[in-house]
T-cell receptor, first 113, second 113 residues
Framework: EAQVTQNPRYLITVTGKKLTVTCSQNMNHEYMSWYRQDPGLGLRQIYYSMNVEVTDKGDVPEGYKVSRKEKRNFPLILESPSPNQTSLYFC????????????FGPGTRLTVT | GNSVTQMEGPVTLSEEAFLTINCTYTATGYPSLFWYVQYPGEGLQLLLKATKADDKGSNKGFEATYRKETTSFHLEKGSVQVSDSAVYFCALTPKGGSEKLVFGKGTKLTVNP
């Protein structure tokens, strides 16, 4: 089954404790991206990757890091989480060319206290 | 810049009512347009899309027509069901800009029996 998986689905942590949210896709897509969803703001892109070892900032990259060492994986790293990073996070992937239809993971709800 | 404006919700309808969710966009050139749906507790999934002017996207009884003259992509359904209760997002990918989706803020739809 074609899918994007994220782990964990729920995470409660404290300010300053480094964390990683994993994302994996099995569709051999070139592109991957992280979004955060906040009430009244819709989805905003954090980072995206066009292929292995190629990443770039989205609209709200501050406080986040990413890496793309393998085509299927695109982890999101919060090295020193703060309460304003409490949000619902989505990973997405899509292939190059065509209409750029994106496939989304189920989401990770992060709470930073 | 590129942006999407959709009607604010929440929208509450009775089963079998007619649904319209307005969406207008600002973009250079000819973007691809999408409607994504987010059911409770799930990630986003593509509902329908249109890639050029006058295209009509349709799926599950939902329709939207790409209107270049009014820069609009309104979502319609003739008879909603309780199972259509979800958050609906209008989005665009800029022409030649494959790295991101630009989302509207989302419209929450509740359908009562």
């Amino acid at each position: 089954e074609a899918q994007v998986t994220q782990n964990p689905r729920y995470l409660i942590t404290v300010t300053g404790k480094k964390l990683t949210v994993t994302c994996s896709q099995n569709m051999n897509h070139e592109y991957m991206s992280w979004y955060r969803q906040d009430p009244g703001l819709g989805l905003r892109q954090i980072y995206y990757s066009m292929n292995v070892e190629v990443t770039d900032k989205g609209d709200v990259p501050e406080g986040y890091k990413v890496s793309r060492k393998e085509k299927r994986n695109f982890p999101l790293i919060l090295e020193s989480p703060s309460p304003n990073q409490t949000s619902l996070y989505f990973c997405a992937s899509w292939r190059s060319g065509g209409t750029y239809e994106q496939y989304f993971g189920p989401g990770t709800r992060l709470t930073v206290t | 810049g590129n942006s999407v404006t959709q009607m604010e919700g929440p929208v509450t309808l009775s089963e079998e009512a007619f649904l319209t969710i307005n969406c207008t966009y600002t973009a250079t050139g000819y973007p691809s347009l999408f409607w994504y749906v987010q059911y409770p507790g799930e990630g986003l999934q593509l509902l329908l899309k249109a890639t050029k002017a006058d295209d009509k996207g349709s799926n599950k009884g939902f329709e939207a027509t790409y209107r270049k003259e009014t820069t609009s992509f309104h979502l319609e359904k003739g008879s909603v069901q309780v199972s259509d209760s979800a958050v609906y997002f209008c989005a665009l990918t800029p022409k030649g800009g494959s790295e991101k989706l630009v989302f509207g803020k989302g419209t929450k739809l509740t359908v009562n029996p």
